[in-house]
């Protein structure tokens, strides 16, 4: 079977087993704030498991995109290295909720694999819970005794809770596990040593290949164990390892998931694939590195420096590395490999085609860029090879290796590599105590701790009323205490809710809860697992009465407002430049509006005033809002609703139309288009290659933008008495400006000249050493700099002390010869140093050039004098 025929089978066969089949979720998460990326199969489940939300059936398979490199599923390090493991890879899964349990699991996979697959049953093992006596839990008998109908009790293997307990996260459902695994040594290496003894023992042909997890317990914050009120099952199957196994081949990447890909970098590169080990690992991190950015960019993750789009820029420049050292790829190449990944992935995933320009840009444009970087690092690290063989020195001090890392996404690998050739080494300890460090900041920074739901009443589902009103009578069902940044907050869950939970790029509600003797307000709602949580400062003292619900009414009003103002604008969009102008990222705000979009230029002054004027002449026209909630997302595709990439629709859907304008969306709107009032873009930028952002405002505040123009011009008007063309009058005054400050800056120059030739003619002389001191008058503040480089030129061994009042502070630079400095005579900073704290500032530099600013304007001179009395200590 090629690929494409093993991820059919999976989907007949449990679909004979009556599954209902479902898409894969995008593979970037939006509205979980413990996950960035789905990581494995059961995520988009995550809320059924939880009990907060109902399965659209109780049984379920598919494949799912997904994604590890962070956290405890990191596998970045291996990738390549070995043959089986992958950062963006498919997992295909079958479920039960509350249905099926472990007999019908185990029986279906072992059908699946040995009948339908005809895997060779010789070649198999599983794996069950040993048990556990921290967890008081004892072996799972009763999956050994199931695996006994189907595998020799030798063929069963223990194993312990990392191996064979699947867990969440530190609280939440989780339950035993039992792994099947498959051997692929020739039969001459089976004789020789058993297969039994290599199962979890890292053996790149004795591999797990499916992993059925029971979850049957729940486990709370103080780490004990209860029973689920249903049994489920969660499987997950990697699809690039099946591949391998059903292919017979010795290599994930040797199956026709990577092969494509593989030879298209080897017609690039013009190297053969299997040659050279280093050229073969690089082909191998490429080729599973642009699954990864390319679908994440797919799913709607652009590369960036912050949360996940740091990941996909950071996975993207490990491609460029390996290109860049092992296949002597100096220019972009990565971009080229998207059409043989569209002809590896694109009949399942018809995204990737779809999105084919945008995806192909923006990796462009990130190549380009980090190459760039690159070649920097490449000049600093030289830098640094020459300063330390100087010295004769054999080791780089991590703390520059991990400068160079943090600071220019330098790969430690490579500057070693670097060093190897120079004979040099990186003192790795040093390294790794700098990034410990960081990861630590880093932890701190995000640190979440949650304890378990306090249960106040079973209701099964929290109903969302806020379309309709803004406010309700509630109780509350459940709460919980939740610490971050050492602040203490508490989540509220009502049976009932008119508070909008962040979502789709709006934000979320805020307002109050009052039960006639106490009233606490609501700083913000979010959705959490399914749950629409409500954030208090402080818990009721009383939990137990009704509470009557309010929103905040002018927020809401205002988020209306700039979220129908939003899909008026994507639409107007479209029609000035074009089809291909799809939403990329959005914030709808109370006091303005964001949006992101599909777009490879600058938006022309002429274009934004297009676009503007269709909005405003939408929002005249007072369109009703239709809003259909509820309708088959087929039904909703038949009326030519809007679907934005990234987002993972259900089977039914709420679409919202404006005239012409219709979108699946599930914020909130205004009734008719005219309360809108008017709308004006305040911004156009460029966020990525390809990806341009409008920022806009909408109702009050546009009302009160136009109100400052029109004040600024008549205050321009008055200011130029102008009583005809204010543009005109403008324009004069700047040329004239324009000529003004060229006249000025000569007079500065020559100034500058005069104040070099006095500043020679007085230096003192000591030991061969002219020492200057001098304060310059404010107009050549902004010129010191300059007068130390041109006393450079003139002077042999020097030091230059000049201070100055620069926009009424004080400023000191303190100059020195490059061989005084060399030679440790003199140091620009420790002069500088020494010397501010009389001007109560503080400076640095290097050490032939230093300055310092500071706030006490009358200590300049004692400034000075300071400087030259270390100065002459030094060199007397």
């Known amino acids: 079977m090629n690929a494409s025929e093993v991820r059919k089978s999976f989907w007949d066969f449990f679909e004979s087993k009556q599954h209902q089949i479902v898409s894969s979720a995008p593979m970037v998460v939006k509205n979980d704030p413990t996950l960035m990326f789905i990581n494995a199969g059961m995520n988009q489940f995550k809320d059924i498991f939880l009990g907060n939300a109902k399965p659209s059936s109780s049984r379920i398979a598919n494949s799912q995109k997904c994604l590890r490199v962070?956290?405890?599923?990191?596998?970045?390090?291996?990738?390549?290295?070995?043959?089986?493991?992958?950062?963006m890879f498919e997992m295909l899964g079958n479920w039960s909720f509350g249905d099926y349990f472990k007999a019908e699991a185990i029986d279906w996979a072992w059908e699946y694999l040995t009948e339908v697959l005809k895997i060779d049953t010789s070649r198999l093992y599983a794996s069950v819970f040993e048990g556990d006596k921290d967890m008081k839990l004892e072996k799972d008998m009763e999956a050994f005794n199931l695996w006994k109908k189907h595998l020799p009790a030798e063929k069963i293997i223990n194993g312990n809770r990392k191996d064979n307990f699947w867990e969440m996260g530190e609280m939440g459902p989780c339950g035993p596990c039992s792994e099947i695994h498959v051997d692929l040594r020739s039969d001459e290496e089976r004789q020789k040593v058993d297969g039994a003894s290599l199962v979890n023992e890292d053996h790149p042909e004795v591999i797990?290949?499916?992993?059925?997890?029971?979850?049957?317990?729940?486990?709370?914050?103080?780490?004990?164990?209860?029973?689920?009120?249903?049994?489920?099952?969660?499987?997950?199957?990697?699809?690039?390892?099946?591949?391998?196994?059903?292919?017979?081949?010795?290599?994930?990447?040797?199956?026709d998931v990577f092969v494509p890909i593989i030879n298209e970098i080897a017609t690039i590169a013009n190297i053969k694939y299997g040659k050279n080990e280093d050229s073969d690992i690089a082909m191998r991190v490429i080729s599973d590195h642009i699954r990864t950015i390319a679908f994440s960019i797919t799913d709607g993750q652009l590369p960036s420096n912050n949360k996940a789009g740091y990941v996909i820029r950071r996975i993207l420049r490990r491609a460029v590395r390996y290109g860049y050292t092992f296949l002597n790829q100096k220019q972009a190449f990565l971009h080229q490999l998207i059409p043989a990944l569209i002809e590896s992935m694109g009949s399942a995933y018809p995204e990737l085609k779809q999105q084919q320009d945008i995806v192909t840009k923006v990796i462009r444009e990130e190549e380009d860029s980090f190459l760039r970087t690159l070649e920097t690092g490449i000049s600093m690290l030289n830098k640094i090879i020459k300063e330390t063989k100087a010295d004769d020195y054999k080791v780089v001090p991590g703390k520059i290796a991990f400068e160079l890392y943090d600071t220019f996404g330098f790969p430690l690998d490579?500057?070693?590599?670097?060093?190897?050739?120079?004979?040099?080494?990186?003192?790795?300890?040093?390294?790794?105590?700098?990034?410990?460090?960081?990861?630590?900041?880093?932890?701190?920074?995000?640190?979440?701790?949650?304890d378990d739901w306090v249960i106040l009443k079973h209701d099964d589902v929290e109903e969302f009323i806020g379309y309709d009103n803004l406010e309700s009578d509630v109780y509350i069902t459940k709460y919980r205490k939740v610490t971050a940044k050492n602040k203490t907050l508490f989540q509220l869950v009502f049976n009932i809710t008119p508070f909008y939970a962040e979502s789709g790029g709006q934000v979320g509600d805020t307002g109050f809860i009052d039960n006639g003797s106490e009233k606490v307000s609501i700083i913000d709602t979010k959705k959490e697992n399914g749950l629409i949580v409500h954030m208090v400062k402080k818990l009721p003292a009383n939990l137990e009465p009704s509470f009557k619900a309010v929103v905040a009414v002018t927020n809401r009003k205002s988020t209306d407002r700039n979220h129908t103002a939003t899909h008026l604008l994507h639409h107007a969009l479209r029609s000035v430049l074009g089809e291909h102008v799809e939403q990329k990222g959005s914030l709808v705000h109370p006091d303005y509006l964001r949006f992101d979009f599909s777009h490879f230029q600058k938006l022309s002054p002429e274009e934004i005033e297009q676009v503007e004027n269709i909005v405003n002449t939408n929002i005249r026209t007072n369109y009703a809002l239709n809003e259909m909630r509820d309708i088959?997302?087929?039904?909703?595709?038949?009326?030519?609703?809007?679907?934005?990439?990234?987002?993972?629709?259900?089977?039914?859907?709420?679409?919202?139309?404006?005239g012409d304008s219709i979108e699946l969306c599930g914020g909130t709107h205004v009734k008719h288009t005219g309360e809108i009032g008017s709308f004006k873009i305040i911004g156009e930028s460029s966020i990525s290659s390809g990806i341009r952002r409008i920022e806009a405002v909408s109702g009050e505040k546009a009302y009160q933008m136009f109100q400052k123009q029109t004040q600024l011009l008549t205050a321009l008007g008055n200011m130029f008495k102008s009583t005809g063309d204010l543009e005109k009058n403008i324009e004069n005054m700047l040329s004239e400006n324009s000529s003004l400050n060229k006249d000025l800056n000569g007079m500065k120059q020559n100034l500058l000249n005069m104040k070099k030739r006095e500043l020679i003619d007085d230096a003192q002389t000591i030991h061969d050493i002219k020492l200057i001191t001098a304060t310059v008058q404010p107009i050549l503040g902004d010129k010191i700099k300059d007068l130390a480089f041109q006393l450079k030129k003139e002077l042999g061994?020097?030091?230059a002390i000049i201070g100055s009042e620069v926009k009424g502070k004080p400023q000191i630079l303190v100059a020195v010869s490059e061989n005084l400095a060399k030679e440790g005579k003199v140091n620009a900073v420790e002069v500088i140093k020494?010397?501010?704290?009389?001007?109560?500032?503080?400076?640095?530099?290097?050490?032939?050039?230093?300055?310092?600013?500071?706030?006490?304007?009358?200590?300049?001179?004692?400034?000075?004098?300071?400087?030259?009395?270390?100065?002459?200590?030094?060199?007397?």
């Open 208 to 255: 797990e290949v499916w992993n059925l997890v029971f979850m049957q317990y729940n486990r709370k914050a103080n780490g004990d164990l209860e029973n689920l009120p249903q049994n489920h099952v969660d499987t997950g199957m990697g699809f690039e390892r099946l591949c391998r196994v059903v292919q017979k081949k010795q290599s994930n990447y040797d199956t």
């Open 834 to 876: 020494d010397a501010a704290s009389e001007i109560k500032g503080g400076g640095g530099g290097q050490a032939f050039l230093a300055t310092a600013g500071g706030k006490n304007l009358e200590g300049l001179e004692k400034a000075i004098d300071r400087a030259r009395n270390f100065v002459e200590n030094k060199i007397s």
């Open 797 to 799: 061994e020097y030091v």
């Open 632 to 658: 088959p997302v087929s039904k909703a595709q038949e009326k030519g609703a809007m679907m934005l990439f990234g987002e993972k629709y259900g089977d039914l859907v709420r679409a919202i139309q404006f």
């Open 414 to 450: 490579l500057t070693e590599l670097i060093l190897k050739e120079n004979d040099l080494v990186v003192n790795r300890r040093e390294f790794e105590s700098e990034m410990n460090a960081q990861k630590e900041r880093a932890r701190n920074a995000t640190s979440i701790e949650t």
């Open 70 to 87: 962070s956290g405890k599923h990191n596998d970045l390090e291996e990738v390549g290295h070995d043959t089986y493991h992958h950062t």
